[in-house]
Structures are given as C-alpha cells and as structure tokens.
C-alpha cells in the first residue's frame, strides 16, 4: 500500500544550467507497478557524474530536463505486484543513474540491495556508487593481491578514498596522488602521499617503486593516461575510469570515453603482458541484467561488510536538504571538501 500523506520532492536538471538553475518540483508520490518497490529517500549522493551532467558532458546521459542522483539509500515503502510485501521497512541501497534526487523514487525490486543492521543511510550513501566501483576496479579488473603495490590518482576523491582503503585492507602498498592538504590524511591510512602537481610525477612514483606499480587508477584521463600505462610494471594493469581533466571541454561528450576506449584498445594489442581496461559500472548489464546484479549485490554487500569491519570508513564532507541541491554541488565541485557531499531529505 501506498502512504499518501507523503508528498514528492525532487531536483530536476532542466538544461545545461549552473547550479542554482536546478529546480525544485512537487508532485504525488509514486506507486509501485509490477516487480517495483518505492523507497522514501534516506540519503542521496552528488558524484561526478551529476558535475558533467549539468554540463551535458556525461556521456550517455538522457535528454534534459530529469531528475539527477546516481545511487540512494532509503526505506522501501510500498511494493509492486510478484514483490515479497516484507520488504515494506527494510533499509536498502540501489544504483540508479538518474533519479536519485528525490523524496520517494522507484526501483526495480531485484535492484535494491539490504543495507545491514547499524550502518546509517548517509554512511551507506557514502559507499554506493563509490564502493562498488572501488571494489570491482580493485578485485574484478586489476585483481590485485597482497604485496603488491598499486598508484591510486585522486586519492583522496571519492572513489579514490574507498580505493585505498579496501586496497589496504587487502594487504597492498599504495602510492596515491593528491594535493598537499591531504597528504598527513592519507598517511594516517598507511598511503604513501604525491604531490599530483609535482612536475616530473613520474621519476617521483619510480623512486617509490623502482620495478613500476602493479595497477594504476586514473580517473583524469588526457594526456597523463600515457604516463600511467608507461608506470606500470610488468604485467601490470591500468584501469581508467573517467576523464576529469576533460570537464570543462567544450565540443563532443563522447569523444573524451571514444578516445581513452582506442588507446586502452592499442595498449592491449601490444604483446607486452600488461593489461588496460576502461571501466564502466554499467558494463555487461545489456548482455546480462541477472549477472550484472548478482556481482552488484555480491560486490556492494562486501563494501557494507568491510564499513562494518572498519576497514573503511565513510567520510561524509558535507549533509544537506534535498531542497539545498544546488549548494550541495556547487560544495562537490569546488574541489575543498573530502569525502562525499551527501543530501537528506
């Protein structure tokens, strides 16, 4: 059943806009259709991916306007046909792409995953997004082992900062790039800091590790992707996931991704026994939506296990009200916050 005292809140990204051009709608609550549950908003993110979206740089976002918001955590408060009722008050957390900023929103019922016992929404949220894609870099691409030494970029970004720890936690010496003010937090972690605008970055990383690094994280793509590949040790891996220094580029959203696709292509062409992939966390949901699922729900469950272990923490930068979007990302994308921007209804 549906309670209709609630109302719907949500942000909607109506063009290309600067942050206070998003808006605030009010509407009716939701109702769940067969196989759906909808989930009352407990915590919602601000990633990246809504920094390019308002730019109309990601690159497969949907047409303007919708409702952004990558990943929620929430309550299910009512379900759809063929959907066990007993997940009505259960706390869960989905992966969602568009959608999340909002009060109450509607998921496909195998898309949400239990959020266990004593974690809270905002430490959950913090951890989405961010820990699944940490943890299928770390462990499904690069597979990474104890004793080994990886270079983690923006190391202390969002991703970056679940990176290094799930990747301490395994056992792995890590070298990770970062401007100064951050250097004494990620020594604390047991990372060793580099100054990211260190001119010859490269001689810095070989004289941490003269035998190069077994994986690279790069989420800045251009130019410096080259000097990341070339880092590697033998038999090492690169994986890129992104292309932030291509943020505020004008022209082609897909050029950066089709650019950063052919080189991971060539590098792999060559018989040198290193490896580079690009990551998508959507990839492989098109040939298979059971198997995309069962390793999200298996790889988001061991992120929720390892923040209850303490082996990762949930660095909230910031919480805000929903109604507060705009001051949310303007505070996300003016690079002075670690950890992750979170709102609340």
């Known amino acids: 059943m549906n309670n209709t005292a609630d109302a719907l809140v949500e942000v909607v990204l109506p063009g290309k806009v600067e942050p206070e051009g998003l808006e605030v709608r009010h509407g009716a609550v939701p109702v769940a259709g067969p196989g759906q549950v909808v989930v009352r908003m407990e915590a919602t993110g601000v990633s990246f991916a809504e920094q390019q979206m308002r730019r109309g740089r990601y690159y497969d976002q949907p047409p303007f306007p919708f409702v952004p918001g990558y990943d929620l955590v929430g309550t299910v408060l009512s379900t759809g046909a063929g959907v066990e009722p007993g997940l009505v008050g259960t706390r869960v957390a989905a992966l969602v792409k568009i959608g999340g900023w909002a009060s109450h929103v509607l998921v496909d019922a195998a898309d949400v995953v239990p959020v266990p ?11 989405v997004v961010n820990g699944i894609t ?3 870099m770390l462990h499904r691409k690069a597979r990474i082992r104890s004793g080994q030494t990886i270079l983690v970029h923006g190391a202390n970004g969002g991703v970056g900062t679940v990176l290094v720890q799930l990747a301490r936690a395994a056992g792995v010496h ?8 951050h250097h004494d937090t990620l020594r604390d972690q047991g990372v060793e800091p ?6 010859d970055l490269g001689a810095r990383v070989r004289e941490l590790a003269p035998r190069g690094v077994d994986a690279v994280f790069d989420h800045v793509g251009g130019p410096g992707i080259v000097q990341s590949w070339r880092l590697l040790a033998p038999g090492g891996t690169l994986v890129s996931y992104g292309s932030a220094s291509t943020r505020d580029d004008e022209g082609s959203k ?8 052919r080189q991971v292509w060539t590098w792999n062409a060559l018989p040198n026994g290193r490896h580079a992939y690009f990551f998508n966390i959507w990839a492989g949901r098109a040939l298979s939506k059971n198997r995309f699922r069962d390793q999200l729900r298996a790889d988001l469950t061991q992120v929720f296990a390892a923040l209850q272990r303490g082996e990762v923490n949930a660095r909230i930068a910031a919480q805000l009200p929903l109604t507060r979007a705009a001051d949310a990302l303007r505070l996300a994308e003016s690079g002075t916050v670690a950890g992750k921007v979170v709102l609340t209804p």
């Open 134 to 136: 940490a943890w299928q």
């Open 174 to 181: 890590v070298i990770g790039t970062a401007s100064p003010r």
């Open 254 to 261: 897909q050029a950066p991704v089709l650019k950063l696709l």
């Open 117 to 127: 016992a004593g974690i809270g929404a905002a430490e959950a949220e913090t951890v």
């Open 194 to 199: 580099v100054d990211y605008r260190t001119p």
